[in-house]
């Protein structure tokens, strides 16, 4: 009898949470969490994440140096790498408004609205108010490829943390915070901000945690060529 291995459950099953409660994550788990996903595959070996874990009152001091700097100059910040071509073409345009549509509805806030949009770009420089904050960084002296192992660790971070019952959100947004994110944590100018993550246990009340997002049908992203 065909069974379904338990990675695929856990694959199926991680979400980006974009709210969570207050319950403590012991940081021996996080721990575990990161010996885990060591073990992803990089090019060669070449291993190129660093991790910064923020708990307790660090997380509280970069949380609110990055609302305050997103307040004050929210137009003039810029992330360490493009997110996305200016302007995103078609699919991916439409794939990204829908999503950002679905979101806004979930959270309440429609797309017109600056304030409330404004109000919820603040809640990812809070950690969605999650417990654990990582901030994932690379030496800036590689090429992009590395970013490829990087999806790699990354996801596998996910997954190790779901495994365990706890949910994430992986964040691009906070390589807008790199200047924060060096006075605070003391980040050398030679590691590039890649991302951030919020981490802990997901309040599954929010709307916004309950969406069910469409995904492509196998037929429209793989071609099986067999001859």
């Not at 694959?11 to 980006?16: D, Q």
């Not at 951030?196 to 599954?204: L, V």
């Not at 709307?207 to 099986?224: D, V």
Request: hydrophobic residues 40%; charged residues 20%; glycine residues 6%.
């Amino acid at each position: 009898m065909h069974t379904t291995p338990y990675i695929d459950d856990l694959i199926l099953e991680r979400r980006s949470k974009r709210g969570f409660t207050d319950q403590p994550v012991p940081l021996d788990m996080v721990k575990d969490i990161l010996s885990a996903a060591k073990y992803a595959p990089s090019s060669s070996n070449t291993q190129p994440w660093r991790c910064y874990v923020v708990t307790g009152e660090a997380r509280k001091r970069v949380t609110t140096a990055a609302v305050e700097e997103f307040r004050a100059n929210h137009d003039k910040l810029a992330p360490e790498y493009p997110f996305f071509p200016q302007p995103l073409h078609d699919p991916f345009a439409t794939r990204f408004n829908t999503f950002r549509g679905q979101l806004g509805d979930a959270q309440g806030v429609h797309r017109s609205d600056k304030t409330g949009r404004m109000r919820d770009v603040e809640r990812q420089f809070l950690f969605f108010d999650a417990p654990v904050g990582i901030i994932f960084t690379m030496d800036r002296q590689l090429e992009w490829a590395s970013l490829l192992c990087y999806g790699c660790f990354l996801q596998s971070v996910m997954l190790a943390a779901k495994g365990r019952g706890l949910d994430t959100c992986p964040q691009q947004i906070w390589s807008l915070q790199h200047h924060v994110l060096r006075a605070e944590l003391g980040i050398p100018a030679g590691e590039m901000v890649i991302a951030g993550m919020s981490m802990g246990w997901a309040d599954n009340s929010l709307p916004e945690n309950r969406m069910t997002l469409q995904k492509l049908e196998l037929e429209h992203f793989a071609s099986f060529i067999q001859q």
